[in-house]
């Protein structure tokens, strides 16, 4: 799955005028935080099912919406910067 395109205007300024190799290492670092919030939000939708089998009795319509929830909600996190976890992991250009 592609990363979805940021606004130039929410990257940190320091990648924003960075060099391309200080790019490519924050788009890798944004490929990662994708990962990790997909994950949570598949795990925070499963925690949310009925541990009883309640939902065996659910239509059509709720089951795909239940599927689609997690990716719609990383999607949308991402769209947005991200959590800030791929800031984290670029560390600052030193200034010579």
């Known amino acids: 799955m592609s ?3 940021i606004d130039n205007s929410l990257l940190p300024a320091d990648i924003r005028n960075g060099s391309a190799d200080r790019k490519k290492t924050y788009q890798a670092a944004l490929g990662f935080e994708q990962m990790l919030v997909q994950q949570l939000t598949k795990s925070l939708a499963d925690s949310a099912k009925p541990l009883d ?3 065996e009795g659910a239509d059509a319509a709720t089951t795909t919406y ?6 719609t909600l990383a999607q949308s996190i991402m769209s947005t910067g991200g959590l800030g ?3 984290s992991l670029v560390p600052e250009e030193k200034q010579s």
């Open 3 to 5: 990363l979805p395109p």
């Open 53 to 55: 089998g309640e939902d």
């Open 66 to 71: 239940q599927g689609m929830l997690p990716d």
């Open 85 to 87: 976890l791929a800031r």
